[in-house]
């Protein structure tokens, strides 16, 4: 995916975003507003890209949350908006209509893959992880965590109970996810779209998209 840059002076200006559309921003950590807090440091982000789409100010917007703590905006014709920070960088995804979900991690994280497959996973999912050399297991669960919880970020639910109900397809390295079965929460497949993506080498980024088929739109985060 191509990533327009927009500098920092430049992230106050007014952006629109169509019906359908579907924008991706990625924040580097070392531009990152400073903040007393993580939750104050996202938060900030998240006001600042918001508001872009918005005809307010970024401390006059207003959020509320569903029942399982998923944030949305008390904004008539509002967008849909899904954050995922980590070492390094923050995403925020914004869509003009449908639901989404996004998950970063770090490329290089190392995990206890048998251990957490095992409680996470659904049980022929952590025995091919298993069957796997090391590294190609740790790359290949990155991949299907991240887009797991997306998955579970667009449908509200939270990842506790979830993961294992979304199934896809393990081992197909920084390949797009392939969903192999879903929770009768999520729907008919047919509504869903996923994509994988790169913001930066050390990073991977999965997202999860019910009712809106567009391809997204990068933006970049510069000095």
Not at 7 to 24: C, M, W
Not at 88 to 97: H, L
């Amino acid at each position: 995916m191509h990533w327009q840059p927009v500098a920092l002076d430049r992230l106050a200006s007014k952006q629109a975003i169509a019906s359908g559309a579907l924008h991706v921003w990625w924040w580097p950590e070392l531009l990152q507003p400073p903040a007393a807090s993580r939750r104050a440091r996202t938060d900030a982000i998240l006001r600042t890209l918001l508001a872009r789409y918005l005809p307010c100010a970024p401390a006059a917007l207003r959020f509320g949350r569903e029942s399982k703590g998923r944030p949305y905006l008390l904004h008539d014709d509002a967008p849909d908006f899904n954050l995922s920070d980590t070492r390094g960088g923050c995403v925020v995804a914004i869509a003009g209509n449908g639901r989404i979900g996004i998950d970063i991690e770090c490329r290089d994280r190392t995990l206890p893959v048998d251990r957490l497959a095992a409680r996470w996973f659904a049980p022929d999912e952590a025995e091919r992880l298993r069957a796997m050399d090391p590294e190609s297991a740790r790359r290949a669960f990155l991949d299907s965590w991240t887009a797991k919880e997306a998955s579970c970020k667009a449908t509200g639910t939270g990842i506790y109970g979830r993961l294992a109900a979304w199934r896809f397809a393990i081992g197909d390295e920084d390949a797009a996810p392939h969903v192999m079965s879903l929770p009768p929460e999520a729907g008919d497949a047919a509504n869903w779209r996923f994509h994988r993506f790169a913001p930066a080498e050390t990073h991977t980024v999965a997202l999860a998209c019910r009712d809106n088929s567009t391809m997204p739109q990068g933006y970049s985060v510069v000095p």
